[in-house]
């Protein structure tokens, strides 16, 4: 493969990223002016394209949709009934989007409670010797892979009342347990917090155990030889040092809970997920925007969805993420804030 | 190849290096992973089994073994234009994309990671922030903005809002692997006379293969399994990907479910055989990705 042309000169992990690009700074800077130009060109020449695609098709819709938000708009020709904050005194009055929220906030929470502590002992269990560990890595990675169409249409045919779970149930003489998994408000969101664990868990314990392999060994051979017996040392050194890695993991799970959109869209289609109780705000942004063609009302709950993701986002960063703000969300190394 | 992978992932794949032995009953150990695994791999496995069923027999025994085999659903599908027409459009989508974001990605990591300038800290925080927003809340205004170009029904609206949404991802993980090509590289180029941008095609590039293969991987899978983007952008069937054509063909015939099964299945054995061929990097570059 070409990728064994990786030099020991490019292997460095990022820590060790050497600040070169500071002491070289000094030299241009002390040139004459061209050259300084010329950097500048060289600058904008490279950095350019990529800046301009960013901007253009992640930055700017953003920017739009708070100014689409605040018309009444059916999304042709030019916005011009302007109703102020109207559409989003209708969507924060709406009982459905209440709803919705109220979902997203559950899935925030179980996705955390779930995946969390399952995560940290597959890993541990991984983090054993034993033989076809590299096997159960790759499998228990899969469903992360596939994508959430697949795992979606799968589930939903598993799923249906004449499915095979409920068949399954039936062989092995748990009648009682069968259900109308998909369709029955009472267990619906039970079902898709099963299926988000089922999905996203191996990005979770691959994370985990990343972290853990990076625990010095010294600590735990003290631990041993202090007597500490396994459960005592995975409780007072894999979890604390292990710190980091669930900070991180938490901020991406809560992120992408928030704007959960694919499996419910998938599973429970744009009607059936509001009766059955899984609709998130991004369905609700879906039925009621596009599909409706509300564009101002769309453009106002994607408003709504990113401020109260921004909102998290920055009061966990404040307090959760602040210990070990180094990391890839926060800035250049602190470099640029220091 | 584990020496090439190792780069990234930094601890995972870090070989020959193990905890010390603690004994702890080993055969629960092989019993809980297996009990793990058989539900990871449990459902994909109905898929694909699925498919091998007739319909009477899935209607007969819902959670029963083909039996017969049969391959009809299988062959079915791949003789339908319908399958490959999505293969297709997924293939020219996620090249294109990979395409382009690798190229526009190395460029400015390159910037940030080997230029000193003002601006450097905030263009670096510009591309960490958009990791913190996923497509959803971009995604009405993106339509409108697409359609407005004209790209609405058309591949190329696909390809470069997915190369901006891959950006963050592709700069996080290679302005390290630049940022690590030491300085005396880049003295001898230049007093073998290579200006930078010289010192950019010639050692860069070839220097950070590792890392552009990882993050293409990423780039690739993600447009791969898109759905959200496809499901505004596209209604004419002749252009959707394969997510797209799950979902329609398994409205479509709601009703043949073996069918559905064979082609859902179908649908993910790319993305799993290229998962298979490039585990580790797609691991290590995730792994990679989020400890920054």
Redesign the interface.
């Known amino acids: 493969?070409?990728?064994?042309?990786?030099?020991p000169?490019?292997?460095?992990?990022?820590g060790?990223?050497?600040s070169?690009?500071?002491?070289?700074?000094s030299a241009?800077g002390r040139r004459p002016r061209r050259a300084d130009w010329r950097?500048?060109g060289?600058?904008a020449l490279?950095?350019g394209?990529?800046?301009v695609?960013?901007?253009?098709?992640?930055i700017?819709?953003?920017v739009?949709?708070a100014v689409?938000g605040f018309f009444r708009w059916k999304?042709f020709g030019f916005p011009d009934d302007f109703v102020g904050f109207g559409n989003y005194e209708l969507i924060l009055q709406d009982p459905t989007f209440r709803d919705a929220l109220w979902h997203n906030a559950i899935v925030v929470v179980f996705s955390l409670l779930l995946q969390g502590p399952l995560a940290i002992l597959?890993a541990l269990?991984?983090?054993?010797?034993?033989r076809?560990r590299s096997l159960?890595?790759?499998?228990?990675?899969?469903?992360y892979?596939?994508?959430?169409?697949?795992?979606g249409?799968?589930?939903?045919?598993?799923l249906?009342d004449?499915?095979?779970?409920?068949?399954?149930l039936a062989?092995i003489g748990l009648e009682a347990w069968q259900n109308s998994w998909i369709a029955d408000p009472s267990v619906a969101m039970g079902t898709l917090m099963f299926i988000l664990t089922?999905k996203y868990i191996?990005?979770a314990v691959?994370?985990m155990?990343?972290g853990m392999?990076?625990i010095p060994?010294e600590l735990?051979?003290a631990a041993?030889i202090d007597g500490a017996g396994?459960w005592k040392i995975q409780w007072s050194i894999t979890l604390p040092l292990l710190g980091p890695?669930i900070r991180?993991?938490a901020f991406?799970s809560i992120?992408?809970a928030l704007?959960l959109?694919?499996l419910v869209?998938?599973i429970w289609g744009q009607y059936v997920s509001a009766t059955a109780g899984t609709s998130t705000m991004?369905t609700y942004?879906y039925l009621n925007?596009?599909l409706a063609g509300n564009?101002g009302f769309?453009?106002a709950?994607?408003v709504v969805?990113?401020l109260i993701?921004l909102v998290v986002?920055l009061v966990y960063q404040r307090f959760v993420l602040r210990r070990d703000t180094?990391?890839?969300?926060?800035?250049?190394s602190g470099?640029?804030?220091r | 190849m584990s020496t090439a992978t190792s780069v990234l992932v930094q601890p995972l794949d870090r070989r020959g290096r193990r905890r010390p032995r603690r004994d702890w009953g080993n055969p629960w150990v092989y019993l809980i992973a297996v009990i793990l695994i058989s539900i990871c791999i449990g459902p994909v496995l109905y898929i694909i089994i699925g498919g091998f069923r007739t319909n009477s027999q899935i209607t007969a025994d819902p959670s029963g073994w083909p039996d017969p085999w049969e391959t009809g659903n299988y062959t079915d599908v791949l003789a339908s234009g319908e399958f490959w027409t999505a293969m297709l459009n997924s293939t020219v989508v996620g090249l294109g994309t990979t395409v382009g974001a690798v190229v526009l990605g190395i460029m400015a990591s390159y910037v940030i990671a080997r230029y000193d300038f003002r601006a450097k800290g905030a263009m670096y925080a510009l591309f960490a922030a958009g990791l913190m927003f996923p497509i959803t809340v971009a995604i009405t205004p993106l339509y409108l903005l697409i359609r407005n170009l004209g790209l609405v029904n058309n591949l190329g609206g696909l390809i470069l809002p997915q190369i901006a949404f891959a950006l963050p991802t592709t700069v996080i993980i290679l302005v390290p692997f630049l940022r690590a090509i030491p300085k005396e590289l880049e003295e001898a180029a230049s007093i073998d006379g290579a200006s930078r941008l010289g010192f950019f095609w010639r050692m860069v590039i070839p220097l950070s293969l590792p890392g552009v293969i990882t993050t293409g991987i990423l780039a690739f899978v993600g447009s791969w399994n898109g759905y959200m983007l496809p499901l505004f952008i596209l209604s004419d069937a002749d252009l959707f990907t394969l997510p797209l054509g799950v979902q329609n063909f398994s409205s479509q015939y709601s009703v043949d479910t073996a069918r559905v099964l064979a082609y859902t299945s179908l649908s993910m054995l790319p993305a799993l055989l290229f998962f298979s061929l490039f585990e580790r990097r797609i691991v290590g570059g995730l792994t990679g990705a989020v400890k920054g």
């Open positions: 493969m070409t990728g064994t042309q990786a030099t000169l490019a292997a460095r992990p990022v060790s990223a050497p070169g690009a500071g002491a070289r700074a241009p950097m500048r060289e600058i490279l950095a394209p990529a800046i695609v960013f901007v253009f098709f992640v700017l819709p953003v739009m949709a689409y999304g597959f269990l991984m983090n054993q010797k034993m076809g159960i890595r790759v499998l228990i990675f899969v469903p892979v596939i994508s959430e169409v697949v795992v249409t799968g589930w939903a045919l598993m249906q004449t499915g095979a779970i409920n068949s399954l062989k089922w191996g990005f691959i994370l155990l990343a392999q990076s060994e735990y051979e041993a396994f890695t991180i993991w991406l992120i992408g704007q959109f694919d869209n998938i991004a942004m925007g596009h564009y769309g453009n709950v994607a969805i990113f993701s986002a180094d990391g890839a969300l926060t800035g250049d470099r640029s804030r």
